[in-house]
């Protein structure tokens, strides 16, 4: 867990700045954010091939969290969660369903979709596991603890063909290419 200035603009991770994490109250107050969440943001960015991860929400203090409908005391306030909507490399934007998913095979404790559109996505790294859908209710917990079976989706659905990139040296020279996954 680590303290940033609010006007801290560090890059994390490849693809995530302390910035995007700031409360969204206008307060100027410090962010706290846990360095697990951001790790795992960066895995789940790699495994869907994302052009993007939009953060909707990252920490917010107790007064903001009670403004945007939480208790004051959630995961977000913890600078453990983050509310996020993913893009293809298309632009387009990933089901929450999807990712929902691969949030799960990376190992997130709490996950749900948040939006009757199935676009966003709360993630946390709360360690007891929690996996919901929000358009059931706030405490809607799916069964089984599956969002594969929930959904009835399968690795392919989520992660496409398997293509995996390869970098080969033969004889001095170079060469790169890719595995299909039949
Ligand atoms: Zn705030
Ligand atoms: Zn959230």
């Given at each position: ?9 560090t ?29 795992k ?26 403004n ?30 999807i ?9 997130f ?7 009757s ?8 790294v709360?360690?007891?596991r ?5 358009v ?13 079976t ?12 398997g293509?995996?990139?390869?970098t ?10 890719e595995?299909?996954?039949?």
């Amino acid at each position: 867990m680590k303290t940033y200035n609010s006007t801290d603009k560090t890059q994390l991770t490849e693809h995530f700045n302390v910035s995007e994490f700031r409360c969204k109250c206008g307060g100027g107050h410090s962010i706290l954010l846990d360095t697990e969440l951001v790790n795992k943001l960066e895995k789940l960015h790699k495994a869907l091939k994302c052009s993007k991860i939009i953060v909707n929400s990252g920490y917010r203090c107790s007064k903001h969290d009670k403004n945007v409908g939480g208790n004051g005391s959630g995961q977000h306030t913890k600078g453990t969660a983050a509310d996020i909507v993913c893009y293809d490399k298309s632009g387009k934007k990933i089901s929450s369903k999807i990712v929902c998913c691969a949030a799960q095979d990376i190992g997130f404790g709490g996950i749900a979709n948040i939006d009757s559109t199935y676009t966003a996505t709360h993630v946390d790294v709360r360690s007891v596991r929690w996996y919901g859908n929000e358009v059931n209710g706030a405490n809607y917990s799916i069964p089984n603890d599956s969002f594969y079976t929930y959904y009835g989706l399968s690795k392919k659905d989520v992660y496409g063909s398997g293509t995996i990139e390869v970098t080969v040296i033969a004889d001095g020279t170079v060469y790169t290419g890719e595995i299909h996954e039949k």
